[in-house]
Nanobody, 120 residues
Framework: QVRLVESGGGLVQAGGSLRLSCTASGRTFRRYAWFRQAPGKEREFVAVITWSVGSRTYADSVKGRFTISRDNAKNTVYLQMNSLRPEDTAVYYC???????????????WGQGTQVTVSS
């Protein structure tokens, strides 16, 4: 059984930083990603990393501010978020999947989400 558990969300002022963690159990997938969803909006791709190689891709909205990484020994994926803005406020989800694109449908397993709130 595959399980992804996010942690590290919280309330932060604009310009601040947070680090999200996603601990994975079960089978190892090829790719691990972060998505986010704000109220009334579609789920949005944030970043993706390959488990074995560590290649990374970011959404334009977070390039230069967010960093996705993984610790293979700890079975954990991280999202370091710097220079946070109020528009970054959303529930952040960890996802895992195989070959494909960066649409939510391209990922097979999802965590429960963790709330990130950025105040002005």
């Amino acid at each position: 059984q595959v399980r992804l558990v996010e942690s590290g969300g919280g309330l932060v002022q604009a310009g601040g930083s947070l680090r999200l963690s996603c601990t994975a159990s079960g089978r190892t997938f090829r790719r691990y990603a972060w998505f986010r969803q704000a109220p009334g909006k579609e789920r949005e791709f944030v970043a993706v990393i390959t488990w074995s190689v560590g290649s990374r891709t970011y959404a334009d909205s977070v390039k230069g501010r967010f960093t996705i990484s993984r610790d293979n020994a700890k079975n954990t994926v991280y999202l370091q978020m710097n220079s946070l803005r109020p528009e970054d406020t959303a529930v952040y989800y960890c996802a895992a999947g195989g070959f494909g694109g960066n649409h939510p449908r391209d990922f097979d397993s999802w965590g429960q989400g963790t709330q990130v709130t950025v105040s002005s």
